[in-house]
């Protein structure tokens, strides 16, 4: 026990580390940004609203008035403590309108990653266990043709149908969950449909495939020659056997989704972290860009290490490498 304990608080240490050597990195490349954009960022952005006063403001506000490693200590010191400066748009602190609309965005995530694996994990593991048959190449159909349908098109055509023909779901607009569960379900369905669906297909061929190298390893033939029921075949060795690359897919599809469903939320009018990048890249709201891609890139880390310590939960092996 002592040393399956070690082996694990070793094993997180090394994500731990490793996510916050990513994070350093990740603070660095998201300072760059306003120092890369060509032009004045204030003026840029200050557009026809320009005056020197607001100028001067507005530059003094932002901190880009300093030198430029005093900037990178400020900004870092900064975001360390969640201080991720002021919006040149409206003047509010960044930290606040990125906090206001990650619930949209978690909702959105968490719905379409359900979906995605009601979809995928059933018909990956049908599709492996039929392989060569009908069956196989309707779900390898399905699964190709949701690959290839575009994100935005797919809403498009749900919105159509679900909202404008049958009348049966709003088209776009956003409850909180909280406020209103029932609402929430009937506003999240459409968007979370359109990323599951996406999602699902990308999820579906390689569940597949996961569920196809198991099946064919040492262990599972000799389980099948002791006579062991396929039912028992397929849940105790196959399925278990393939939870690591499964577990891969699902932690990539849902950082995937948290922090790259702009064209999903602009179409339906979701008020998450997505959309705000839009609009922030269309305002040349550099601040605002900066804390989006700096959130979105926390999130991924932290997708990734709950797969890690879900990886050493399925298989112990992986904490002793």
Known sequence: MRMSLGSTARFLGRRVLSSAVVLLGVLVVVFAIVQL???DPVRLALGTRYTQEAYDALNTASGLDRPLMEQFFSY????LTGDLGVSFRNGQPVSQLLLERLPATLSL?????VIALLIAVPAGIWSALREGRASDAIV???SQAGVSIPDFWLGLLLIGLFSTTLGWLPPSGYTALADDPLEWLRRVALPGLT??????????R?????VLDVASAG???TARSKGLAPSVVTGRHIVRGALVPVLTIAGIQLATILGGVIVVEVVFAWPGLGRLVFDSVSARDYPMIQGSVLLIAVMFLIVNLIVDVLYAVVDPRI???
């Open 37 to 39: 954009v060509p032009g």
């Open 76 to 79: 870092v010191g900064g975001a």
């Open 109 to 113: 995530a968490a719905a379409g990653i």
């Open 140 to 142: 390898r159909l399905g």
């Open 195 to 204: 990323v599951g669906l996406v999602a699902g297909a990308i999820m579906t």
């Open 206 to 210: 390689y569940i597949r495939s996961a």
């Open 219 to 221: 262990y599972v033939r």
């Open 319 to 321: 904490r002793l490498a």
